[in-house]
């Protein structure tokens, strides 16, 4: 009956988010003396599943199937259910990513599951009762809520977890076959779409986050946001107005209506600091406000700030991350 | 084609959140409600798929207790033909998407949406479940859907990029920007809205699969330090000897 976690890769690699939720996983198998086992989707190479030891996890699950490169909803379930029946797994743990939200909703449903995303922290488990706290409120609160399912799925909010490192030996990989057929790729896509990443750093993975609002007076200025970016090797983000001129595209829009982030490091230029604003970024773990109104709420939330021009201020800190090295 | 939009009341996104003294629920108490924002681009969204068709008909329906009746309203106002409210306190997601599931069915609506989350629960497990109940597919987070006859094209949000994505009625998808701009309620459109029909229904089943312990705010931040705009390379210094997140 071990824990299962369902690792999602990329180009071989296995995504950031996964490495979390892996290392989640493993601590939640601990905690009810089992074991975890992964069961992997999209591209991935065998060498680097193994090394999900590193994360604590016992045993890889892979389906070569080639349609399985994509996202495909269908697909992705019956996998993930039919390793979680394999593995008699009580608890299944994703990414809270836009796969994680759209598989676990379904397979809670597939496999009478309680289900609780967006989680913040490692489960609570006294008396008979399983409790998991979840950020609620758009960022502006958190949640206890208790999982009264004998199954349970847990979705871990991007960067709230450590990753483990060194936590065991390497893990064991093993060919899986759900037996897909054509029917379970019915919502398979007709193409994919990849965005130009600015640095290539994406910004849901991000750790690190340059933002910028109206305060940066058009979109021919925003070299300024990416060569910070770049030197940091941080991801580019924008407030909702600046999307909605299209200065910026969607993907990048931030906030209770666009994405909300939690990254280690926030930098905010020129960003008034709304309340819709902050409540995609107010649990990044260190938060930087440039902004040339002292007045400006962003500060009341910041960790570090600067009242100044961002005209004058970014190409000095660019200046000074390249002095670093 | 029949269109059901599915519609959560929440706070204003201004509202400072605070809770009952037992921290058990969300203090309702002066709170201005509205119809979820990323529910209304669902809504925008089918009333022009309708209207492009030329037939057809917007339901939408709200899991809530009366007092969601005005956003109901609303939606009637912007533009929905109808609506129906299932009268029950929406518990949890499961709850709340087998009652959705039971009025898609008896229904027979083509095509299911609603906005990717709610901005109150950030759930984000609706869409999925009510397309796992009816066994038709669910499309999660959609940012553009275009019909033609049963047909639909839609670009699904994936980490770094997007799908396009064809699926035949009947299906679920979640809605996003920048699916279309949202509508707002014209005088025409208030005024209509009166008459028009909202039916209240019991709930059925009743399983909720998960139960709220307690809610607590985010721990506070210490307090800015301020580092003068002469020597901003002090803040990098900052951020790599202090912070140590570079
Ligand atoms: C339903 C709803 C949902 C919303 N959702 C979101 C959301 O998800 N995300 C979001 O971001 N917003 C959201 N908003 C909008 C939000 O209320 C604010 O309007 C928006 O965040 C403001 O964007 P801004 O800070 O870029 O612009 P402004 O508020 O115009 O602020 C610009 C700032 O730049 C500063 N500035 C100007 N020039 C300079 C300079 N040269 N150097 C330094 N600083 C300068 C100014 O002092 C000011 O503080 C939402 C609003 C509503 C009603």
Known sequence: ???????????????????????????????????????????????????????????????????????????????????????????????????????????????????????????????????????AYSGKALSDVVLTSDRKIIAVKKNSIEALHNAGQAATV?????????????????????????????????DKVVSGGRGMKGPENWYLIEDLAKALHAATACSKPVSDVDWRPHHEHVGQTGITVSPNLYIACGISGAIQHLAGVNSSKVIVVINKDPEAPFFKAADYGIVGDVFDVLPKLTQAVKELG | MKFLVCISNVPDTTTKITFTPDNKEFNKAGVQFVINPWDEYALTRA???????????????????????????????????????????????????????????????????MGRESIDYNGS????????????????????????????????????????????TPFVASCQQPMCEPRIPNMRGIMTARTKPLKVVQPVGSDARTEVAEYALPPKKQGVKLIPAENAGELIKLLRNEAKVI
């Open chain 1, 1 to 135: 009956m071990s824990v299962l976690v369902v690792v999602e890769c990329d180009n071989g690699e296995v995504k950031k988010s996964s490495l979390e939720v892996a290392s989640y996983g493993s601590q939640v198998a601990q905690l009810l003396g089992t074991t975890a086992t992964a069961i992997a989707v999209g591209v991935a190479s065998e060498a680097n599943l193994g090394q999900l030891g590193e994360q604590g996890i016992s045993k890889v699950l892979y389906d070569a199937e080639p349609r399985l490169k994509d996202f495909v909803n269908g697909a992705y379930t019956k996998l993930i259910a039919a390793a979680a029946e394999k593995e008699q797994s009580q608890v299944i743990v994703l990414a809270n990513s836009n796969i994680g939200a759209a598989v676990g909703s379904r397979l809670s449903v597939r496999l009478k599951a309680s289900l609780a995303t967006n989680v913040v922290e490692l489960p609570k488990v006294e008396g008979g009762k399983f409790t998991v706290r979840r950020g």
């Open chain 1, 174 to 206: 093993e060919q899986f076959s759900a037996q897909l057929t054509d029917t379970d790729f019915a919502d398979a896509p007709k193409q994919v779409i990849m965005q130009e990443q600015a640095g290539g750093v994406l910004l849901p993975e991000a």
């Open chain 2, 47 to 113: 009333i022009e798929l309708k209207e492009a068709q030329g037939s057809g008909t917007v339901t939408v329906i709200n899991v809530g207790e009366a007092d969601t009746e005005p956003n109901i309203r609303k939606a009637l106002a912007i533009g929905a033909d109808d609506a129906i409210r299932v009268n029950a306190k929406p518990t949890d997601a499961f709850f709340v998407a087998e009652q959705i599931a039971a009025i898609a069915k008896e229904g027979a609506y083509d095509v299911i949406l």
């Open chain 2, 125 to 168: 497990q609706v869409h999925g479940m009510v397309g796992e109940l009816l066994g038709i597919p669910t499309v999660a987070p959609a940012m553009k859907l275009d019909m033609s006859g049963n047909t639909a094209t839609l670009e699904r949000e994936i980490e770094g990029g997007k799908e396009i994505v064809e699926v035949t």
